[in-house]
């Protein structure tokens, strides 16, 4: 199974400054996807990031707000801009290993 | 639109008393049914893929089965190191790693 961490595991900010969160990967993976968990709720999708291509964004969810980049086959970065309170969640990256899903340890935010 | 659905959403067990968690979904073609474990303060710990009805999986005291409707989640004999939020995902159609999670059962096992 891939062995997923991510930079930094907590951090808190103030409103209006943005924070880049770094996920490492231990194997070539083509395909990261950024989740996000709100306090007391269930997963939900963020974006999926492909190596070599624009990042692909679920509903609700904007390039602007929470640009991604993917340089390499085991590295990913998703930003989260011009933060609010309500951008405090945990944020985690996953890879698929199919039919297999693994995920990172998270990075909790917290905007001040 | 598809939907996962757990329940009940808290469950109190004392240690050695079984139980089961259950987890519905309203999803067309279904190609697999994920079970994960999650702690506070950590990333969701895999547990299970279930691919179709009748399937069912085993790992320790934690046993998986899937119908055409619902999968359950039983635990056997739990330990308080059980305790944990298990959830539930269903991969989308054209992606195995774009999950729709249900909102998660918390399971606390008291000694």
């Known amino acids: 199974s891939a062995v997923i961490s991510q930079k930094p595991s907590r951090d808190i900010c103030q409103r209006g400054t943005s924070l880049t969160i770094q996920c490492q990967v231990d194997?070539?993976?083509?395909?990261m996807f950024w989740y996000r968990q709100q306090p007391g709720q269930s997963l939900t999708l963020i974006a999926t990031a492909n190596q070599g291509s624009e990042a692909t964004y679920e509903s609700g969810f904007v390039i602007d707000k929470f640009p991604i980049s993917r340089p390499n086959l085991t590295f990913s970065t998703l930003t989260v801009s011009n933060m609010s309170p309500e951008d405090s969640s945990i944020y985690l990256c996953?890879?698929?290993?199919?039919?297999?899903?693994?995920f990172g340890p998270g990075t909790r935010l917290t905007v001040l | 639109e598809d939907q996962v659905t757990q329940s009940p959403e808290a469950l109190r067990l004392q240690e050695g008393e079984s139980s089961s968690l259950n987890c519905s979904y309203t999803?067309?073609?279904?190609?697999?049914l994920f079970w994960y474990r999650q702690d506070p303060g950590k990333g969701p710990e895999f547990l299970f893929t279930?691919?179709?009805a009748g399937e069912e999986k085993e790992k320790e005291r934690l046993k998986a089965t899937l119908t055409k409707k619902e999968s359950f989640l039983h635990i056997t004999a739990p330990k308080p190191e059980d305790s944990a939020t298990y959830l539930c995902a269903v991969p989308t159609p054209d992606s195995w790693g774009k999950l729709q999670f249900g909102a998660g059962t918390q399971v606390v096992v008291t000694p």
């Open positions: 279930l691919y179709s």
């Open positions: 996953s890879v698929e290993d199919p039919p297999e899903q693994f």
């Open positions: 999803v067309s073609g279904l190609r697999g």
């Open positions: 194997s070539q993976v083509t395909m």
